[in-house]
């Protein structure tokens, strides 16, 4: 049973440049989750999608959008870089609905650094 | 809102004894879900238990039980019997439903290191 898988794992950017995440759920998994998680912090909840539609959104700007494709699988962009966008992302997937509980599943995250 | 506070920021156990994680949460919704990750240095978050809002019971999963008490708005995480696999840091979290944690409120966690 494949889990969640996010790439690329780490990578290296400079201010006011574009990066795209990548992120596939679990499988049977229908909806994801973004997080951006800064060092020594726990995660924050960026945004949400659930058939290929923006459901909730926390507290980031416009510069952070995503989208989701028919298979699931989702992308998180970031334009204009700064520094304060260094952290951990990390993709949830979870089964909405379906679950007692709802969980949440998550990958182990894209480390993006901003010089 | 919600919010939730984790004020150990590190906790120290010897292997095989037991470990109290605390954690208490502030929030408005009348229905909500609290629920525990374990983050190892790997930086995947696994789920280790969940406790709905009006469930009447503490939950327990294998060596986990979440000591909830709701009056004081407090969900601590117990862990018996420690093992070195246990250390890692330790995420509590909110989310305003029990059946969609997509939008789940985290604490800055507490980081267990257990002794042998």
């Known amino acids: 049973d494949a889990g969640v898988t996010q790439s690329p794992t780490h990578l290296i950017k400079t201010r006011g440049q574009q990066v795209t995440l990548r992120c596939s759920p679990k499988?049977?998994?229908?909806?994801v989750s973004w997080y951006q998680q800064a060092l020594g912090q726990g995660p924050q909840f960026i945004f949400q999608y659930y058939e290929e539609e923006e459901r909730q959104r926390g507290n980031f700007p416009d510069r952070f959008s995503g989208h989701q494709f028919p298979n699931y699988s989702s992308e998180l962009n970031v334009n204009a870089l700064l520094l304060g966008d260094s952290a951990l992302y990390l993709c949830?997937?979870?089964?909405?609905?379906?679950?007692?509980?709802?969980?949440?599943?998550f990958g182990e995250g894209s480390r993006l650094t901003v010089l | 809102a919600q919010k939730i506070t984790q004020t150990q920021p590190g906790m120290f156990v010897q292997e095989k004894e037991a470990v109290t994680l605390d954690c208490t949460y502030d929030t408005s919704d009348p229905s909500y879900g609290l629920f525990w990750y374990k983050q190892p240095s790997s930086g995947e978050m696994i789920f280790l238990i969940y406790?709905?809002?009006?469930?009447?019971q503490n939950a327990t999963e294998g060596r986990y039980s979440l000591n909830f008490q709701k009056a004081r708005k407090s969900a601590n995480l117990v862990i018996s019997a420690s093992q070195l696999g246990d250390s890692a840091m330790y995420f509590c979290a909110i989310s305003p439903t029990n059946t969609n944690a997509g939008k789940s409120t985290f604490g800055d966690g507490t980081t267990l290191t257990v002794k042998p």
């Open positions: 406790q709905g809002s009006y469930d009447q």
């Open positions: 499988s049977g998994h229908d909806t």
């Open positions: 949830a997937s979870s089964l909405v609905g379906h679950s007692d509980t709802g969980e949440l599943f």
